[in-house]
């Protein structure tokens, strides 16, 4: 009842109930241009080709909520904007302009958010031009011209650059919309757009199992599938809202009569820190061996051919590729050096710990601990589920990776939604009783 009331308080805020209609309305648009396929491919095709294939192909496919199936001019999803967002926070580490815009405040983070946009066309460009090589190679490949026909109709640089143009374009409008729903929406626009891709293709997947066993349903397998996919949710919770709380004193001063500090807090951390950016970035760098195959570099193609087909040399790289990314950026957005000297500044330090290196030596290693549990359970969570649906031999894309980005997203706009209720004197979604999402206490 709790949370039913606290639902039906959304209806009662007009500024939040206009930010989820606006946000709804940007996730219509984008699924409305998942089906504008991108002039002179065949999608018909293309679906045959996408619909016989798993591993690298199926997971690229689920994240751009069937925009690659159907070739349209959403194909390259979201993935351009997540790597130039990385690589602009990698320049923060190398280069010193780049770390004083991050500290020029709000001005700094708008120049930042302008080379992260010229930096996501750059790699648009770059991977339009491979798509379109990748489709016109199709066309005499076993899997292409040979089985189902021809993806490209009239290959040559004429389909080149009006690809280029095309996919660009819906790249530049998603990044865009993304960024309309996260400031006049309820917020992570680009997780929401995300989100939605994923989510919609659950009833295909439902459906091609029904269809691949001809209505005869395995009720141990389905029960098996289900458990493991509760199991899963249950753990990608509790690992989404665990942290470390490390306790901060605040020390006393007086200025004039009045006495300010001796207060204490925690400075929370996370035990994922990265969040679902490992899992995204990985499976977006392993495009690059058939972007690089398509370019006719010598060894790529048997190297993309065996990262298509799903199997175990697919899940050990996958694997090892999302606890390389989940140190990496960890150690690229949190930076103990930083936090100790702000804790210097003010005036604040941690209970039996001296201000300065010796904070950041602490810092640093209890991050690290925190890092390799966060690890292990986001690789977990990505290959085993996919591990075990491959073994039942469930025809059903919705794995442990795109689980954790339902899950964690859900999360997060729960307690977006949450905090604009708060903030408006109305209890939370979860009532007055359950302070689990947002922390509160009653």
């Not at 996408?50 to 994240?63: C, D, I, M, P």
């Not at 996919?386 to 339902?406: C, D, H």
């Amino acid at each position: 009842m709790a949370v039913a009331g606290g639902f039906s308080n959304i209806t009662k805020v007009p500024e939040l109930r206009r930010r989820i209609l606006f946000t709804l309305m940007i996730i219509a648009i984008y699924r409305v241009g998942v089906f504008i396929t991108t002039p002179g491919v065949d999608r018909a095709v293309m679906r045959s080709i996408v619909s016989g294939q798993g591993g690298l192909l199926g997971l690229f496919n689920l994240f751009s909520g069937g925009a690659l199936e159907n070739l349209s001019i959403f194909a390259l999803g979201i993935m351009p904007y997540i790597s130039a967002s990385i690589i602009m926070q990698l320049l923060g580490m190398v280069s010193k302009q780049v770390e004083e815009m991050r500290k020029e405040g709000e001005a700094g983070r708008r120049k930042l958010e302008q080379y992260t946009r010229y930096g996501t066309i750059v790699l648009s460009g770059f991977q339009s031009f491979g798509v379109a090589l990748y489709l016109e190679g199709l066309n005499d490949a076993d899997v292409g011209g040979g089985r189902f026909g021809d993806v490209v109709a009239n290959p040559g640089w004429g389909f080149r650059l009006l690809t280029m143009l095309t996919l660009t374009t819906g790249t530049a409008l998603i990044m865009w919309l993304g960024e309309q729903a996260t400031e006049r929406g309820i917020g992570n626009g680009i997780s929401l757009i995300i989100l939605a891709s994923i989510v919609s293709g659950v009833p295909s997947a439902v459906s091609g199992y029904w269809q691949a066993n001809a209505g005869d349903i395995q009720p141990l397998t389905v029960a098996m599938l289900t458990a493991v996919m509760l199991v899963s949710v249950a753990i990608v919770v509790f690992f989404e809202r665990a942290q470390r709380q490390i306790p901060i004193q605040y020390a006393r001063r007086q200025v004039g009569r009045r006495i300010y500090g001796g207060q204490s807090a925690h400075l929370p951390l996370k035990v994922n820190m990265a969040s679902m950016i490992p899992p995204i970035f990985a499976s977006s760098l392993l495009l690059f061996p058939t972007t690089l195959a398509n370019f006719n570099v010598p060894g790529m193609a048997t190297f993309a051919a065996h990262l298509n087909r799903g199997d175990w040399m697919f899940n050990v790289l996958f694997g090892s590729l999302i606890i390389f990314f989940c140190f990496f950026y960890t150690a690229v957005t949190f930076q103990p050096v930083d936090v100790a000297d702000n804790l210097k500044k003010q005036q604040a330090n941690i209970p039996g710990i001296r201000p300065g290196k010796q904070t950041a030596e602490f810092l640093d290693r209890v991050l690290t601990r925190l890092t390799v549990g966060g690890a292990i359970y986001v690789a977990a969570i990505c290959v085993v589920p996919s591990v075990i649906a491959q073994t039942l031999r469930v025809p059903f894309q919705f794995g442990g990776t795109s689980l954790m980005i339902v899950v964690g997203v859900a999360l997060e706009t729960v307690n977006q939604i949450e905090a604009h209720l708060i903030t408006r004197s109305y209890e939370g979604l979860t009532g007055p009783q359950t302070t689990r999402l947002s922390g509160r206490r009653a």
